[in-house]
């Protein structure tokens, strides 16, 4: 009986501490990385431009929990309203991103870019960090604002160990909105606070 009761003390503290060990790691996993267009603006609070000029986002991504490695991006506009001048409409990141797998190829309505890290995977993004950035012209007056917006398409691969290898971990994606004026002044939009989280990833979140 001493011996069974030894070793119960002995074993049991290690069962407990590998169970606590999977839940973190379970709770850890899962999509949490967002996708927005900077300056942030909305609906009521739209950036103004006047026919014939440039208007510019940066894409930003905020991981999250996640590790992003590569960034298959679908920006979605009217076409009618604005337009993109092909490769030079998207700008991405060569810091952050040094390899553009894919693009950028403007489409009808729509502008694709799939951007990696490379083979690095200590340079996976932990902390909020610039994509890239993305041009138009204004072509014609809107009655309301219209919109830029980051697409379902859009995927977000990471290198988490608590992510798989083909997940999607984009959780949300915010746009931006744009009015458009005949003639007359232009203005930006009211700087809207955000609290945006941050995450210090460990080296065990990163996949060999």
């Known amino acids: 009986m001493g011996a069974f009761l030894l070793f119960l003390a002995i074993t049991l503290p290690v069962t407990l501490y590998l169970s606590q060990q999977r839940q973190s790691t379970q709770s850890q996993a899962g999509a949490t990385t967002s996708l927005y267009l900077t300056p942030a603006t909305t609906t009521s609070n739209p950036v103004s431009k006047a026919v014939g000029q440039t208007v510019s986002f940066d894409v930003m991504v905020n991981p999250g929990n996640n590790l992003p490695s590569v960034i298959k991006l679908e920006i979605t506009y009217d076409p009618t309203k604005l337009q993109a001048n092909g490769a030079s409409s998207f700008v991405a990141n060569s810091t952050a ?15 694709i870019a799939t951007l990696s890290i490379g083979s690095d995977t200590t340079k996976a993004i932990a902390t909020t960090t610039k994509v890239g950035t993305v041009t138009f012209t204004t072509k014609e007056a809107t009655t309301t604002t219209t919109e830029i917006t980051i697409s379902n398409r859009t995927q977000v691969l990471s290198v988490a160990t608590a992510d798989q290898a083909t997940e999607n971990v984009l959780s949300s994606k915010t746009p931006a909105f744009v009015t458009i004026t005949n003639t007359g002044s232009t203005t930006s939009p009211t700087t ?9 990833p460990t080296a065990a979140q990163i996949s060999p």
């Open 97 to 111: 991103f040094p390899q553009v797998i894919e693009g950028p190829l403007v489409l009808n309505g729509s502008i």
């Open 192 to 200: 809207i606070p955000t609290t945006v989280p941050t995450a210090t």
